[in-house]
């Protein structure tokens, strides 16, 4: 079944990261053989429908941070329960993506279908940590006065890494390096976002400051201070002199009692 209103996303997600419950109401049903546009179809394929809501709590995978994961419930008597496997994000629509756990949601009256956002919490604050953890590493390079300018960040669990274009002075080991973010995070530093108004689609801009280090710009979610992190560890980083590039590794060991109490 297909309900074909359409309109731009709204970005709950960007209000609290902490936010994981909430209404929403949906706006398409979309079959996973009948993507809206030609270039959905492979993100379509992998799974069995496609959800549309007026507003979402779920992050999209984008930004180098991983989707966010959960489940759509009906608030119907029949309760029925969208999977959310993957999450993403297409000409301002948000579409999760993933299957009916038993049986699809009743659309008879679907201008006022409404359903509940349950996003996975263990899924949301890993990816929130890990991505204030590619900050943090952003942050203290940026402050150091090394030939360095950052390029990107890929915020996955399994292989974390931040890059920066420029060579990271090779008199800086990895051990002195891991002891001055470790300092960051032992601080426990605020972890602020700060929107602007933006001038290139007349909507906001976002940045992510870390302590008074210098503001960063970021669309993703983080955590609200360097004390929930729990520990980055510096993995390895290469310097690439022939490529004039410094590749920074990292991992996450989370601390579980910061986070149990949210």
């Known amino acids: 079944m297909t309900i074909t209103t359409t309109t731009t996303t709204v970005l709950s997600y960007f209000e609290d990261t902490y936010k994981l419950v909430d209404q929403a109401k949906v706006l398409?049903?979309?079959d996973?053989?009948?993507p809206p546009d030609p270039a959905l179809i492979p993100l379509f394929s992998k799974h069995s429908a496609a959800l549309v809501l007026d507003h979402t709590l779920f992050y999209p995978q984008g930004g180098g941070q991983p989707t966010d994961t959960g489940t759509i419930v009906s608030s119907c008597h029949s309760g029925a329960v969208f999977n959310v496997r993957h999450v993403g994000s297409h000409?301002?629509?948000v579409y999760h993506l993933g299957s009916f756990a038993d049986?699809?949601?009743?659309?008879s009256s679907a201008e006022s279908l409404v359903v509940q956002m349950n996003v996975d919490k263990e899924t949301r604050l890993a990816n929130a940590r890990c991505h204030s953890g590619g900050h943090v590493i952003f942050?203290?390079?940026k402050s150091s006065g090394w030939p360095m300018v950052e390029k990107k960040?890929?915020?996955f669990a399994d292989g974390a890494y931040v890059e920066f274009e420029g060579i990271m002075p090779e008199a800086v080991s990895k051990e002195e390096f891991q002891k001055t973010i470790d300092d960051v995070v032992s601080a426990d530093m605020p972890v602020s976002v700060i929107a602007v108004d933006g001038q290139d689609e007349g909507g906001q801009r976002r940045f992510v400051q870390v302590g008074d280090f210098e503001q960063n710009a970021c669309?993703?979610?983080?955590?609200?201070s360097t004390g929930e992190l729990g520990r980055i560890v510096i993995k390895k980083v290469a310097r690439r002199k022939?490529?004039?590039v410094t590749k920074i590794s990292y991992a996450i060991e989370s601390n579980s009692d910061s986070l149990s109490s949210q």
């Open 28 to 30: 398409q049903i979309i």
């Open 32 to 34: 996973s053989s009948s």
């Open 91 to 93: 000409k301002g629509t």
């Open 103 to 107: 049986q699809p949601f009743d659309d």
């Open 139 to 141: 942050s203290v390079v």
């Open 153 to 155: 960040g890929h915020h």
């Open 219 to 224: 669309g993703g979610t983080h955590v609200r």
């Open 242 to 244: 022939g490529q004039n």
